[in-house]
């Protein structure tokens, strides 16, 4: 069993930056992930994390603008986003999965067996 309890999600400007946490519990090993829902869209890959932190992957959409990392002491994952635009407005929601898959698969709901509850990020123009 896995616990993942997402924090950090508000109403920031354009250009703003918010700071998502993710505390976990259970698993002491999972790759992490973050994926987000606009209204209207499809549940979409934002960002994933090994086991070990030393291993991240991103979409497109936000390379160069978001970070994720982990803190293992603390047993949190961050994603840190920085020049939000009105599009990464949604709800984002953290995900554990097993960690032997290699990171061309993170991008896949289906590795992913627990989620979190979702936290709500909205970006004003």
């Known amino acids: 069993q896995v616990q993942l309890v997402e924090s950090g999600g508000g109403l920031v400007q354009a250009g703003g930056s918010l700071r998502l946490s993710c505390a976990t519990s259970?698993?002491?090993?999972?790759?992490n992930g973050w994926f987000r829902r606009a209204p209207g869209k499809d549940r979409e890959f934002v960002a994933a994390?090994?086991?070990?932190?030393?291993?991240?992957y991103y979409a497109d959409s936000v390379k160069g603008r978001f970070t994720i990392s982990r803190d293992s002491a603390k047993n949190t994952v961050y994603l840190q986003m920085n020049s939000l635009k009105p599009e990464d407005t949604a709800v984002y929601y953290c995900?554990?999965?097993?960690?032997?898959?290699?990171?061309?698969?993170?991008?896949?709901?289906?590795?992913?067996?627990?989620w979190g509850q979702g936290t709500q990020v909205t970006v004003s123009s």
């Open positions: 995900a554990a999965g097993p960690p032997y898959y290699s990171s061309t698969r993170w991008p896949a709901e289906s590795l992913y067996d627990y």
């Open positions: 259970g698993r002491s090993r999972n790759v």
């Open positions: 994390v090994s086991w070990s932190g030393t291993t991240t």
